[in-house]
């Protein structure tokens, strides 16, 4: 792991995997029984990870969001989904990767995924565009959507984007129109539709896949109408003020179940998701299945009926 | 190009006799910008108007019927940054007199009934938080109800309200979940769009209309012509995000001069909504058993 891939208050958290490789290395060589020092280690690591992680801001749960390791709509897909079919295009202008899109099967339950994705490696991250969508990626979405509806198929979306592209051509191709109309189709889509922020929910960009019957947040993703460094720069005119504008907006998932903007927080393996993507996988697959199993049976009308209802009630004065 | 850095700039009417255009940068006299509903006589730029004028200027005079007047913010998340939030919006309410950026009623225009909506652009920018969320989910709601158009302007140049953090966000869903029922009632929505627009409320209520005009440059965008700026680090072409530059790639149905505003909602209205109102059946029911007693 690259030592930019590590956060400062995960050092001390890995300084003891350190020291386990060393023991285990050691004992390997020399033929010797280390179980006990090494369980004592993991007792005293996870001790250590309960101390820090209660002791999170909102700036750092913005990190853990953002977590290069972090695991991404691609690497669930490969985790919880078989028999995966990509489908591409917008069918208007182009195949943005910023949006991964198609038809998978959890376990045995045919389902259309929509997601942002970020990519890995350098030359993946910049033909995503670091997750950042441009219009024809929302049509792409609301076009595969569509689609699984006209097939009576449920759709899960995966949240993982800074925002929609800020961009020249964005514009010119009509983000915003973009985006609405997303919003607008998945407001009366007669399937179930379960979203869930895996990482980062940044603003309308996230929004433009975010509408649904249910909204599932992962233990530490966020989801805000603005960056906090986009907030800072406004509100203190200063993007240095990002940690106070992250706390200010209350952002992070466990804020947005006290908002009743969630419905439910997916709990994490212990350090986050990145040191047990799999463990993650699981907490995901298991959440989408039972929420699918409460709105499966619901008719279309009154699913939908519903879903008007709750948006509806959205910071009711 | 001055409309480029409308958002920045105060087109508000100064006081004295005389003004400096900020579209051709002219001195002009402000009694002839009044006269022309608040534009240059020169150059045809539009100065910011206050949503009460908007209501003048677009219904029929005395037919406005305002609604939901009594909805207040609600500094939910106790937002404090450099300045807090309640007293921003202490601020914007003592210099609007009103009590969020929205401003919503029953009206009509050419003595057709309708439910009518404007952002004023002075109150925290025409920022969409709850209530304007709200007040836009009322109308949506009132006008599929009552089967006459909904008309809105927008004056949104702020986008989502960072204040109120996601509530904010989700009133994007929630208004266009409540249009999206308006128009499955077939019921017509008709949008304005004016200096400026952005954001939260352009991918949202703001581009959803079944129409949607524009006055003259305005500042019409998703993302913020400085953040743009900032990020692809170049220079943006002339005329990006203006009025023009959305009817170029066909993202408008017109672009239409203040002065023409009220008789093109009307034809549209025409074409789109002919039917009577059911408050106009009740109240032609409720004359007729009067005569009849």
Not at chain 1, 41 to 68: M, N, S, Y
Not at chain 1, 164 to 172: F, I, K, L, R, S
Not at chain 2, 47 to 59: D, G, H, K, M, P
Request: net charge positive; aromatic share 6%; glycine share 10%.
């Amino acid at each position: 792991m690259a030592q930019t891939d590590v956060l400062q208050f995960e050092k001390p958290i890995l300084e003891i995997d350190a020291k386990v490789k060393k023991l285990e290395e050691f004992a390997l060589e020399k033929g010797l029984d280390v179980s006990m020092e090494v369980g004592h280690l993991r007792r005293r690591q996870e001790i250590l990870i309960r101390t820090i992680f209660a002791g999170l801001t909102a700036w750092d749960k913005v990190a853990l969001a953002r977590h290069p390791m972090r695991p991404q709509t691609s690497d669930y897909v490969e985790m919880i989904a078989e028999d995966f079919v990509e489908l591409h295009g917008d069918k208007a202008f182009g195949d943005d990767q910023a949006i991964l899109a198609g038809f998978g099967t959890i376990s045995g339950e045919k389902t259309m995924i929509v997601g942002h994705r970020k990519g890995r490696s350098t030359a993946e991250r910049l033909q995503c565009n670091f997750g950042m969508a441009n219009p024809e990626g929302y049509r792409k979405a609301h076009g595969k959507m569509k689609l699984a509806e006209k097939f009576g198929v449920p759709v899960l979306t995966m949240i993982n984007t800074p925002g929609a592209n800020p961009g020249v051509g964005a514009e010119e191709r009509g983000q915003a129109k973009a985006i609405a109309e997303s919003i607008r189709i998945m407001t009366s889509l007669r399937v179930p539709v379960i979203c869930c922020v895996i990482g980062e929910g940044g603003s309308g960009g996230a929004l433009g896949i975010g509408v649904g019957d249910r909204l599932l947040m992962m233990e530490h993703s966020y989801y805000s109408v603005i960056s906090p460094e986009g907030c800072a720069a406004i509100l203190w005119k200063d993007g240095a003020m990002a940690d106070k504008a992250a706390e200010a907006l209350k952002l992070t998932a466990q804020d947005l179940m006290t908002l009743k903007v969630a419905d439910e927080v997916i709990p994490e393996p212990l350090g986050g998701a990145h040191r047990n993507p799999r463990g993650a996988a699981e907490s995901l697959k298991e959440a989408y299945l039972r929420n699918l199993r409460e709105l499966r049976p619901v008719p279309a009308d009154r699913l939908i009926a519903r879903r008007y209802e709750n948006l509806r009630r959205f910071g009711k004065p | 190009m001055a409309w480029n850095l409308g958002l920045r700039r105060k087109s508000k009417m100064p006081s004295g006799l005389w003004l400096k255009c900020d579209g051709c940068g002219e001195m002009i006299f402000k009694k002839d910008v009044e006269d022309r509903l608040n534009t240059c006589p020169r150059c045809g730029h539009h100065f910011r108007i206050s949503a009460r004028e908007r209501v003048r200027v677009t219904l029929d005079r005395d037919s406005f019927e305002e609604l939901w007047a009594d909805l207040e913010p609600v500094d939910v998340l106790g937002f404090n940054a450099a300045r807090a939030y309640s007293e921003k919006l202490v601020q914007a309410q003592e210099a609007t007199g009103l009590k969020d950026a929205a401003v919503c009623g029953l009206g009509a225009i050419d003595g057709r009934e309708v439910v009518f909506l404007v952002t004023d652009s002075a109150f925290i920018q025409g920022s969409m938080g709850v209530v304007v969320g709200e007040k836009i989910a009322l109308c949506a709601e009132k006008a599929a109800d009552l089967r006459v158009p909904f008309v809105a302007v927008s004056g949104s140049g702020g986008g989502a309200r960072m204040e109120e953090g996601v509530l904010s966000l989700m009133q994007m869903a929630k208004t266009t979940a409540a249009l999206e029922r308006l128009s499955q009632a077939g019921v017509l929505y008709a949008v304005v769009l004016t200096n400026a627009t952005m954001g939260g409320a352009l991918a949202s209520w703001a581009f959803l209309g079944d129409v949607t005009i524009a006055e003259p440059r305005a500042l019409i965008g998703f993302t913020g012509p400085r953040v743009i700026r900032q990020t692809v680090k170049t220079e943006l072409p002339k005329g990006f995000q203006t009025s023009e530059f959305l009817l170029e790639k066909g993202f408008i149905d017109a672009i239409v001069p203040r002065s023409e505003i009220r008789p093109f909602i009307s034809k549209i209205i025409r074409y789109c909504g002919a039917w009577p109102s059911r408050r106009v059946r009740e109240t032609v029911g409720a004359s007729r058993k009067g005569k009849a007693r």
